[in-house]
C-alpha cells in the first residue's frame, strides 16, 4: 500500500492550490482523508470523503474554501484549497481506511508521507 501526495508549494495569501495523493497496492475503495500538521502543534483532521463520494466531512476553519474529491479511475485523491491563509501553512498528509469514522479521528491505517504548503 502506497499513498503518495504532491502539490505541496509556497503560495501567496488569497491564492489557491489544489493538493494530489496517488494511491496504489491496495483495491482503491477505502474511505480517504488529508490532514495537517503545523510545527508544533498537533495533527488535524482536515477533510474526508467516503469511497463513493457520498458522505464529506471539513473542519470549520476550511469550511468553504477547500473542497475533497476522489478520482477513482485514476487512484487520485484531490484537496482543492482556495483563498488559502497562513494559519494553512502546515505539512498535510493523506490517508486511507475502510472505515470513515476511522478516517476522521485520525486513526487510518494508510498514511502518505507528506507535501509542504507555506502561506505567507
Known amino acids: 500500500v502506497q499513498l503518495v501526495e504532491s502539490g505541496g508549494d509556497s503560495v501567496e495569501a488569497g491564492g489557491l492550490l489544489t493538493l494530489s495523493c496517488t494511491a496504489s497496492?491496495?483495491?482503491?475503495?477505502?474511505?480517504m482523508g488529508w490532514f495537517r500538521q503545523a510545527p508544533g502543534q498537533k495533527r488535524e483532521a482536515v477533510a474526508a470523503?467516503?469511497?463513493?463520494?457520498?458522505?464529506?466531512m471539513y473542519v470549520d476553519s476550511v469550511k468553504g474554501r477547500v473542497t475533497i474529491s476522489i478520482d477513482k479511475n485514476k487512484n487520485i485523491l484531490y484537496l482543492e484549497m482556495n483563498n488559502v491563509k497562513p494559519e494553512d501553512t502546515a505539512v498535510y498528509y493523506c490517508?486511507?481506511?475502510?472505515?470513515?469514522?476511522?478516517?476522521?479521528?485520525?486513526?487510518?491505517?494508510?498514511w502518505g508521507q507528506g507535501t509542504q504548503v507555506t502561506v505567507s
Open positions: 490517508a486511507a481506511d475502510p472505515s470513515f469514522a476511522k478516517i476522521v479521528l485520525g486513526r487510518a491505517n494508510y
Open positions: 497496492g491496495f483495491a482503491f475503495d477505502s474511505d
Open positions: 470523503v467516503s469511497t463513493g463520494g457520498s458522505s464529506t
